[in-house]
């Protein structure tokens, strides 16, 4: 069971906007710790997509953002794209001195 | 251009052991702290372990007294001994250097716990 909880699957037309959810609790995401996330398209390693809470690295389209309050964060997809179907993954670091991932979340585009 | 390149999976038998060796290129090694982390078929990502620069480690209560991480800065290669392998280790195996999250990643070796 993962520390750390998203929605399993999240689904959009082309175009719209879709939000993941990362619910964590005081001792990850509440204690401070910076929020990343990660994109991993079948049969392939994940690919960081956001780090630090809400920065894109180099490569990745501004369609995607990230942020964070109190024990939670979010990853939004604005203009959904059929290239964005994709499981996605929150990670954080916990205060048990070990990182954290969530559970994944299955984007689909209808 | 930065790359990871897990090598060593492999069909093990339940009790035991393997070694995984991640060879980077691309970076200063000795600069990176390093993690391994599993996914296990249709599963989701599971941390395994942390080496720091300065050797610092830290392990998932999963594979704590069974894995051991270490690294070679002379050989940029980072490794995960593994012992006591169970049907539940059998997983895609990724190194992956931390650099604000995790980035980059391997492309992962397969290891298969089966009699």
């Known amino acids: 069971q993962s520390v750390l909880t998203q929605p399993p699957s999240v689904s959009g037309a082309p175009g719209q906007r879709v939000t993941i959810s990362c619910t964590g609790s005081s001792s990850n995401i509440g204690a401070g710790y910076d929020v990343h996330w990660y994109q991993q398209i079948p049969r392939t390693a994940p690919k960081l997509l956001i780090y630090?809470?809400?920065n894109r690295p180099s490569g990745v389209p501004d369609r995607f953002s990230g942020s964070k309050s109190g024990t939670s964060a979010s990853l939004a997809i604005t203009g959904l794209q059929a290239e964005d179907e994709a499981d996605y993954y929150c990670?954080?670091?916990?205060?048990?001195?070990?990182?954290?991932f969530g559970s994944g979340t299955k984007v689909t585009v209808l | 251009e930065v790359q990871l390149v897990e090598s060593g999976g492999g069909l093990v038998q339940p009790g035991g052991s393997l070694r995984l060796s991640c060879a980077v290129s691309g970076f200063t090694f000795s600069n990176y702290n390093m993690n391994w982390v599993r996914q296990a078929p249709g599963k989701g990502l599971e941390w395994l372990s942390y080496?720091?620069?300065?050797?610092?480690?830290y392990y998932a209560d999963s594979v704590k007294g069974r894995f051991t991480i270490s690294r070679d800065n002379a050989k940029n290669s980072l490794y995960l001994q593994m012992n006591s392998l169970r049907a539940e280790d059998t997983a895609v195996y990724y190194c992956?250097?931390?650099?604000?999250?995790?980035?980059?990643w391997g492309q992962g070796t397969l290891v298969t716990v089966s009699s």
């Open positions: 080496i720091s620069r300065t050797g610092t480690i």
């Open positions: 990670q954080s670091y916990d205060s048990s001195l070990s990182y954290v």
């Open positions: 992956a250097r931390l650099s604000g999250g995790f980035d980059p």
């Open positions: 630090d809470n809400n």
